[in-house]
């Protein structure tokens, strides 16, 4: 199965998550093959304002190498750290970063977002 942006159903079960603070979000990327990876990088630019806005800092970026164990294959990890799910959603909420999220979409094949909380 592809995934490329999350459903509605799953923002609804991440705003039924207990919102007690930080969450990562290890974000998964594969590009389109003819200037997904540009593509991907005017929407980093464009969301750049709306991220840090919410108090948003990229914690990691990097090409993606090969699985240890399993066999997915991906071009990038980025680690997203928010201050609160609350926060996350008032990006996804403004309009500004919605404006950019068309180069996101443009720009995979795949894609994985999970919401991770410290243990």
């Known amino acids: 199965m592809v995934f490329i942006n999350p459903t509605r159903d ?4 991440l705003m ?3 919102d007690e603070g930080p969450v990562l979000m290890v974000n998964l990327l594969k590009f389109k093959p003819d200037g997904g990876a ?6 980093a630019e464009a969301t750049k304002a709306h991220f840090e806005g919410v108090g948003g800092r ?3 970026r990097g090409r993606y190498r090969m699985p240890v164990i399993g066999d997915e294959d991906w071009d990038e990890v980025l680690l997203a750290w ?3 799910i609350a926060a996350f959603m ?3 909420r403004n309009a500004g970063y919605q404006a950019a999220v068309p180069y996101r979409t443009d720009a995979l094949v795949d894609s994985r977002l999970w919401a991770v909380s410290p243990a």
Request: aromatic share 22%; glycine share 0%.
């Open 82 to 84: 928010y201050p609160s």
């Open 58 to 60: 990229v914690m990691y």
């Open 16 to 18: 039924s998550l207990p």
């Open 90 to 92: 008032d990006m996804q």
């Open 10 to 13: 799953q923002f609804k079960q």
């Open 38 to 43: 540009e593509s991907y990088e005017i929407y």
